[in-house]
């Protein structure tokens, strides 16, 4: 059987929508919304209006299209190729709108689907991480309770996008020693949304802890009905997207210093000819090929409702390493200049110290 990497014309035409917003509008824009841990509402606007949520809702609920793995680590691989930052905002009221598509009932369907395709950016969000040593998605101290005709949720979550703001937020819960998830609705007496976090990267993020205290949801909020979720496949979307981030913010650095190396000359000759530069950048732009392949795989297999629970792991745990190392590798090769602020690549090795605590912060 024949193996083909070419990307059909629809998805290409993604590529290249979305490449040319990266470096255009996000790229240019990272440095101040850094500094000032603020993102230009213009940006998320502009990002969502290219329709990547919308277009992974089908047409009976409002949408235009069909939700797709594959195109979902496209896009954010090339959106987090501008900045990683900017590109989970856009994407946060996916992790509602995409758990829901796949899993959720008819009826959860028709009453919130439709919300993500009419306005030009519904803001919501989903919290699974929580504030512990040893966190274990499928092992919650956030648990659910059925109560007469609700579910009580109690619990303490924290690296929660745009928590303030959210309309909708999707609770992922301890249920009988399952991870179930619950749709709460904004305002729900209970929940009790903290300061925003400081964090060491992605600073323009808002995220948020948010505290869980005797909130009483529907029995019909629990994502997928009587029948539930299947987490390990939510979690699989998730793994592969934030894998696809982690090698757009690598390719950036990477791309940035080899450039670098192109102009810096010392002793008469530039650094990328020097052999420790050179197989420092080539191994580098090996690493980030192979993670990108492995992820594209697991998206593949997502596609195509086989088990990718082994390559989603590995795809994402594979990418946390390797953008941590192309990162630092990057200030390496800038030196004394990689370290100070007026180059995007000290940046970049904060955000990417961060994706291996990002576990659900984002989807495919």
């Keep these: 059987m024949a193996i083909s990497f070419d ?67 496209l896009a954010a691989e090339h959106l987090a190729y501008g900045d990683l930052a900017a590109t989970l905002a856009i994407m946060a009221p996916a992790l509602f709108a995409s758990p829901l598509e796949r899993c959720g009932t008819e009826a959860q369907k028709t009453a919130y689907l439709p919300r993500f395709a009419d306005e030009p950016y519904y803001p919501a969000t989903a919290a699974l991480i929580e504030p512990r040593i040893r966190f274990d998605p499928y092992y919650l101290h956030t648990t659910a ?52 976090e400081s964090n060491m990267g992605w600073r323009a993020l808002p995220t948020y802890e948010v505290a869980l205290a005797d909130v009483r949801v529907p029995r019909e909020n629990r994502l997928g009905g009587e029948g539930g979720c299947d987490f390990r496949q939510v979690l699989g979307y998730s793994k592969v997207g934030l894998a696809a981030m982690a090698v757009g913010v690598a390719k950036a650095a990477y791309e940035f210093a080899r450039e670098y190396a192109k102009e810096r000359v010392t002793f008469g000759e530039p650094i990328a000819q020097k052999q420790a530069i050179a197989f420092m950048l080539a191994e580098m732009a090996l690493e980030i090929d192979a993670v990108r392949l492995m992820t594209w795989e697991a998206a593949w297999k997502l596609d195509k409702g086989q088990d990718a629970t082994r390559e ?35 940046m970049w090795l904060r955000n990417a110290r961060g994706f291996v605590t990002m576990e659900g912060m984002a989807t495919a």
């Excluded at 928590?163 to 009790?192: C, H, K, N, S, W």
């Excluded at 990418?319 to 190392?325: F, G, N, R, T, Y």
């Design 7 to 73: 990307l059909t014309e629809e998805q290409q035409l993604l590529v290249d929508t979305i490449a040319k917003f990266a470096m255009n509008e996000l790229r240019k824009a990272a440095r101040e919304a850094e500094e000032t841990t603020e993102l230009p509402k213009r940006l998320i606007e502009t990002g969502w209006a290219l329709g990547l949520v919308p277009s992974n809702i089908p047409e009976a609920y409002g949408g235009f299209g069909a939700h797709s793995a594959l195109n979902g680590v």
């Design 312 to 346: 989603c792991y590995l795809a994402k745990m594979t990418a946390d390493d390797m953008a941590l190392k192309v990162t630092d590798n990057a200030v390496q090769v800038l030196g004394g200049h990689g370290y100070i602020r007026d180059n995007p690549v000290e």
């Design 145 to 196: 309770e059925v109560d007469g005709d609700t579910y009580r949720l109690n619990g303490h979550k924290c690296f929660v996008p745009l928590a303030a703001e959210a309309r909708l937020m999707l609770v992922y819960a301890r249920e009988d020693d399952q991870t179930q998830a619950f749709i709460v609705e904004r305002d729900t007496p209970g929940v009790t949304v903290g300061p925003r």
